[in-house]
């Protein structure tokens, strides 16, 4: 099967030029001003709209096994599409959680029936229990490139030091939610005024940046790599830009609600606003948007995390935390980024060159079983493209979402630029908002 998209701007990493791209059998064959296609390639509009390297989500709870009410890998995968992704990173806290080979191989299985590439990050520790080893080296020969006990950060520092060492020789990556529990102390919103005067325990930046701080130095001392998860506060990132700077291999990634809501939206107690971490101040928004539009930011990444209504629907105290992001990622980074006036190198980086390195889903260093993404538009790559209308303005419907769950803060937020068509794996998955 042929596609053939005309007249995009073919977005590069320093450049961008309008033509044409023809996708034959899952490559991309030709990308010219004018190609003189097959009689039979089906063709995309792409006039008006951005061809890029296909989104990566490196934060992406597909919740199967163990909560398929609340998600499945087939109708995360489908949720993905319609968010212009081509690859998700599969975060290990289901039920059982992603510590073994077995588990993963059954997640990895049931992502190659998707149109997307569907990844796996493995749990650092056994049942994300925070004391003994995952077999990480086990899961890395599977092709797992990202280790986290995401949901928690790991407390022990001596536990973390010894999955440093252990990762650096797999040539994988830890990735940490930062949080260190017993300073976040069971609050359920960001600890300041607004937290007392709503009668709600707050969790302080300081719970966040203890462990940034911490996980810096043990970094420094390992010599290994690390990724930040779901960066919220100002100083986090502050910490994270400036290690990197002097030569550490530290990368992180900023979510949308944290760089498009604040603090303020839990003032009516409704749970779609709760989250782990939580929204901070509008400083810190303020500081996570220049950081974005500064060039700074690694990844931008969903943390879509699906919870069923009969669970998310209780009082803001009960409810669990976190809040869908794979079909509104896109359009809430292009309003952050300036739009209309939005770069979109820098758009495509953070959603999909900055992620596909951190993944090491590039071509250089793709695992078995998955297509390359993050790379060019040339002739040769793998065809994992996004066509994204900036033009286009949509309003944000709960229960329109492909998510088997409706946890979304932004129902009824009318929002600019879609996602015109996803190519994946050299497939046509999403043409025009429709799955196809
Ligand atoms: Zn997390």
């Not at 940034?212 to 990724?227: F, I, K, N, Q, S």
Request: hydrophobic residues 40%.
């Amino acid at each position: 099967m042929s596609i053939v998209l005309r007249q995009g701007l073919i977005i590069g990493p320093t450049s961008s030029v309008i033509g044409d791209v023809l996708v034959v059998d899952g490559t991309i064959a030709d990308v010219g001003p004018a190609i003189d296609a097959p009689s039979d390639a089906y063709e995309v509009d792409a006039r008006d709209c951005w061809v890029g390297p296909g989104f990566v989500d490196l934060h992406t709870h597909l919740r199967e096994p163990g909560r398929e009410a609340a998600e499945t890998i087939e109708s995360g995968a489908r949720a993905g599409a319609l968010g212009g992704y081509c690859a998700l990173v599969a975060m290990p806290n289901t039920e059982p959680c992603l510590d073994n080979v077995a588990t993963v191989s059954y997640v990895l299985a049931r992502g190659a029936t998707t149109p997307l590439d569907i990844c796996v990050a493995g749990a650092i520790t056994q049942g994300r229990r925070g004391e003994a080893l995952a077999p990480m080296a086990e899961m890395a020969a599977l092709g797992v490139r990202l280790f986290s006990d995401d949901g928690i950060g790991v407390r022990d520092p001596s536990v973390m030091r010894r999955a440093l060492l252990y990762a650096n020789p797999l040539g994988v990556r830890l990735a940490q939610h930062c949080e260190d529990e017993q300073l976040a102390g069971g609050g359920t919103m960001n600890e300041g005024a607004l937290s007392s005067r709503l009668g709600l325990t707050g969790r302080p930046a300081l719970a966040e940046e203890l462990m940034v701080m911490r996980d810096l130095e043990l970094v420094r001392a390992t010599g290994a790599a690390m990724h930040f998860l779901h960066l919220s506060t100002a100083r986090s990132v502050a910490l994270v830009v400036a290690a990197r700077a002097q030569g550490l291999r530290v990368t992180f990634e900023i979510a949308p609600h944290h760089f498009t809501l604040d603090e303020q939206c839990c003032e009516g107690y409704d749970p779609a606003f709760k989250v782990h971490p939580p929204l901070r101040t509008r400083d810190d928004v303020a500081a996570l948007v220049a950081a974005l539009r500064r060039g700074d930011v690694d990844a931008v990444a969903t943390d879509h995390a699906p919870h069923a209504p009969e669970l998310k629907d209780l009082p803001f105290d009960e409810a669990p935390a976190g809040m869908l992001g794979l079909e509104h990622a896109a359009s809430l980074t292009y309003e952050a980024l300036g739009a209309p006036q939005c770069d979109p190198a820098v758009f495509f980086q953070v959603m999909s060159r900055g992620p596909a390195a951190i993944a090491q889903l590039r071509r250089e260093d793709a695992p078995p079983r998955h297509s390359a993404h993050g790379g060019s538009v040339a002739p040769g790559e793998d065809a994992n493209l996004t066509v994204f209308s900036p033009s286009t303005h949509w309003t944000v419907s709960r229960s329109a979402l492909a998510s088997r769950s409706m946890n979304t803060p932004y129902d009824g937020r009318e929002l600019s630029g879609r996602v015109r068509a996803t190519i994946a794996k050299g497939r046509l998955v999403v043409d025009q908002e429709v799955l196809t």
